[in-house]
């Protein structure tokens, strides 16, 4: 089954830093897909990347993909408090869409006013 | 707009007990999932399914079934309780195969 590396597993930096969270898969990507979570809730979807060199942006956070490498990165821009969570990727190895997401263990942010 | 309901939040059981966690949702969407995240683990996915009547096995099946007779509602039955189901579950559903999952707030489960 697929392998998602996220790196790194958890970061702290100070509010107004800029920050990359990277997702590195051990097969190929047909979709990648960024979810961010805060303790006691459920995930909240950020972003949908399903071409290679694709990328997207919401507010201060940036996603791209790197179809050659298996992998995709996140970025935050400024970062606030209201950035601070989980963000975990998920990945379709498969083809077969969102039902067969495996995702990453997560990477854990804190942001220091 | 309510999007995914799970009942309950928290609940402890005792090894061989039973339960049934619920999941609704109101967005009319055929897909439906529940997952487990476990400490420091990503999601595994345990059952899945396309629309009403139709379900499937995910990563992690085993001590678990799960029913879809409606769309709106897909249970997941915990028959015989042990302690390696001591997890956080999320149901969430989507519109299709290849798009926004959208996720319950989780139901918190201790098996002691």
């Known amino acids: 089954s697929q392998e998602l590396e996220q790196s790194p597993q958890s970061l702290i930096v100070q509010e107004g830093k800029n920050l990359t969270i990277n997702c590195t898969s051990s097969?190929?990507?047909?979709?990648l897909y960024w979810y961010k979570q805060k303790y006691g809730e459920g995930l909240i979807f950020l972003m949908m990347?399903?071409?290679?060199?694709e990328e997207k942006s919401h507010e201060k956070i940036t996603a791209k993909l790197d179809e050659k490498k298996q992998q995709s990165s996140l970025h935050i821009t400024a970062s606030q408090p209201s950035h601070a969570g989980i963000y975990l990727c998920?990945?379709?190895?498969?083809?077969?869409?969102?039902?067969?997401?495996?995702f990453g263990k997560g990477t854990k942010l804190s942001v220091i006013p | 707009n309510a999007g995914v309901t799970q009942t309950p939040k928290f609940r402890i059981l005792k090894i061989g007990q039973s339960m049934t966690l619920q999941c609704a949702q109101d967005m009319n969407h055929n897909y439906m999932y529940w997952y487990r995240q476990d400490p420091g683990m990503g999601l595994k996915l345990i059952y899945y399914s396309v629309g009403a009547g139709i379900t499937d096995k995910g990563e992690v099946p085993n001590g678990y079934n799960v029913s879809r007779s409606t769309t709106e509602d897909f249970p997941l039955r915990l028959e015989l309780a042990a302690p390696s189901q001591t997890s956080v579950y999320f149901c969430a559903s989507s519109w299709s195969n290849t798009g926004e999952l959208f996720f319950g707030e989780g139901s918190r489960l201790t098996v002691l």
């Open positions: 990347l399903q071409k290679g060199g």
């Open positions: 998920g990945a379709d190895d498969s083809g077969a869409g969102s039902y067969q997401l495996t």
């Open positions: 097969k190929t990507l047909y979709g």
